[in-house]
């Protein structure tokens, strides 16, 4: 039987698209087989040596090459080496199958390269014959032939999605149809000790979950009514990042803490009361409100119903300060929880004098310079003298923090407050302070109307004044 063969043809060229000329480079192909073949047919060895190819003055080449699909030739799935020696580049080598029933010319840009091909000789050659849909190569036990054949039962029985593939007990291969319910289902299967079973879905029954006993409800067997009745762990638990949810408050006895039960939240709740109550002995085992804070010996705002002020109004002396014209006084007063701002209370001892319309405003500002309520125009208030109560436009409502009461008079003489001291740059009430922390400071000399925020850090103490003001 003769052997078949295939002409190689191609054509190389530069990055230009022109023929690399082989007559005036050393530029060729070295063709060699991927393995020693045997003709059994012809009881004969084939030993194809290395066939040199040169490229011709256009780039162009042709070679005469045994087929690789020689059904004589063994082993089969043997393929053709090339190896590229072009100059000014680097041997490049790759491997291709050359089939005649392809075609007995074919040119070398057609082909695919393989993967390597070193252990070829242990893959299954093709058979020959027609062949069927759903038909594969088998090894017929017969050196390296193969026949088309069924490929087995096992790959039949799945049809549908979530189908799992068994032995049965036959054996052969079986099909375990998908869970299709809307219940969730999990895999059981149960031995006798020496044989397997067939596999089921079902759902998790109590005894399937070891030591915990759990059933299908979510309720533990060892958790009866009240958390006392868990046995005591034989160490402490820690909870790491986790916690208990859910848990309802106890009753009765059962509300102390000595039975393991968490403190209630309510009214009775009173060992710690709000601003201005009289600290009193709360109920054990209740937790305060959240919007609690420890009770001071001392006076503070909320006895008296303010919700701050810039000194204890007791402590005012017959000092007075008159406003300078221009010049904004802050005196600061603090915020010890969420409250809202809408007045500032305090004492005009002498009226002013020719207020200009437009220009006398009290205000409040945020420790960061924001201004955060401002009043009316005060040049008809202030030209009376008495305890004044000036309301903000917008009231605020003010995080716990510094504030400062604003202070702007112009005209011919500004109205006189009442204050701890007279006017001075050295007060104790700003000792050993920043200038942005002032308790009592000028900022600003020559204002007409008060900004919308200020510097804090250009806050002075020049010509300050502890003024009395209430918070409402």
């Known amino acids: 039987m003769a052997l078949n063969y295939v002409t190689l043809t191609g054509t190389y060229a530069d990055g230009e698209g022109i023929g690399i000329d082989g007559t005036r480079h050393d530029a060729f192909l070295t063709l060699t087989p991927t393995a020693s073949l045997t003709d059994a047919t012809n009881d004969r060895e084939v030993r194809l040596t290395p066939v040199r190819v040169p490229l011709n003055a256009d780039g162009t080449f042709s070679a005469r090459l045994l087929a690789t699909d020689n059904s004589t030739l063994m082993p089969s799935g043997w393929a053709w080496q090339v190896t590229e020696t072009l100059p000014g580049l680097t041997d490049f080598t790759w491997n291709f199958f050359l089939a005649f029933a392809t075609g007995v010319t074919q040119d070398v840009a057609t082909l695919s390269p393989v993967s390597s091909v070193t252990t070829m000789q242990a893959y299954l050659p093709v058979p020959t014959g027609a062949v069927s849909a759903g038909l594969v190569p088998i090894a017929t036990g017969s050196g390296e032939q193969s026949a088309w054949g069924s490929p087995g039962a096992a790959s039949l029985p ?27 289902k999990f895999l059981r299967q149960l031995g006798n000790g020496v044989l397997s079973a067939v596999p089921v879905w079902d759902t998790l029954l109590a005894a399937d ?17 009240t958390l006392d009745q868990v046995p005591a762990p034989a160490a402490a638990v820690g909870l790491n990042s986790k916690k208990i949810t859910s848990l309802a408050n106890g009753t009765a006895a059962q509300d102390a803490a000595a039975f393991g039960q968490l403190p209630v939240a309510d009214a009775t709740a009173a060992d710690i009361t709000p601003v201005g109550t009289v600290a009193v002995a709360g109920a054990i085992g209740k ?37 300078a014209p221009g010049s904004m006084y802050l005196v600061a007063f603090w915020v010890r929880k969420t409250q809202t701002l809408s007045n500032l209370i305090y004492h005009v001892t002498t009226a002013g004098g020719t207020l200009t319309s437009g220009q006398n ?12 309520a401002i009043s009316a125009d005060q040049s008809v208030p202030w030209v009376s003298s008495g305890i004044k109560t000036t309301a903000m436009t917008v009231p605020y409502s003010a995080p716990p923090g510094m504030y400062w009461a604003a202070f702007l008079a112009n005209g011919t003489t500004g109205p006189t407050l009442r204050a701890t001291a007279n006017v001075s740059s050295t007060m104790i009430s700003n000792a050993g302070l920043a200038a942005a922390s002032l308790r009592v400071a000028i900022n600003g000399t020559a204002l007409t109307a008060i900004p919308g925020s200020i510097t804090p850090s250009a806050n002075i103490t020049t010509n300050a004044a502890p003024l009395v003001v209430l918070v409402s």
Do not use: K, M
């Open 361 to 372: 405003f009290c205000a409040i500002f945020s420790a960061d310079g924001t201004q955060r």
């Open 158 to 184: 799945l049809t549908t999605l979530g189908d799992l593939l068994y032995e049965d007990a036959t054996p052969a291969p079986a099909r375990l149809p998908g869970n299709v319910s809307a219940t969730r």
């Open 287 to 323: 937790w305060a409100d959240a919007g609690h804070v420890h009770a001071d010996p001392n006076p503070l705002p909320g006895d008296f119903g303010w919700v701050a002020w810039t000194t204890d109004p007791i402590t005012a002396q017959s000092n007075t300060n008159v406003l």
């Open 209 to 225: 979950v070891p030591l915990l006993n759990q059933n299908t409800t979510g309720t533990a067997a060892n958790i009866t009514g």
